[in-house]
């Protein structure tokens, strides 16, 4: 498994990491790559200072019903101190890795079938997960960060 990490001024030039409209543009930049195209999108643990998205705090992944409007609603939260944002292959449930669904927990994959997993990490950094080399580096053309490697547990 593959992690990516990406801070603001990667992104946008900013020195601040993590912004609403930062999360949003890597999301919607990763939700266009055409072998991404067929899977259900999962949000939770959203934590965000100013506009709030209620139905995505919880510390468990809820259906995305319309990337897009999630994407708009996430623009406009100044700052994000968590969230994860997954894509799952249609028609499957995502299973997680372990007790923990926030991105303030083990800096692994939380969701063992997900394709791609995106958390907000604080004010951090936003983590690209993948176990598809190919994806990581268009990511890392478009916004550059950091490659390593991640060690993940077998899928019980």
Known sequence: MLVLQIRGNDIDDDRVTCTGAQVATVLDFIAAVPAL??????AGAVDGLGARLTEY?????????????LLHRIRNIPQLLDGVFALVPRHEIPRLTGDCFSADGPMEPLIHNALVEIKAFDTSFVEV??????LITVVQ???GG???KVETQPAT
């Open 37 to 42: 195209a067929g899977g259900d999108w999962y």
């Open 57 to 69: 705090e919880v510390l468990e992944p809820i259906p995305v019903p319309a990337l897009a409007d």
């Open 129 to 134: 997960y993948t176990d598809q080399p190919s």
């Open 141 to 143: 053309q478009r916004f």
């Open 146 to 148: 950091e490659v390593r």
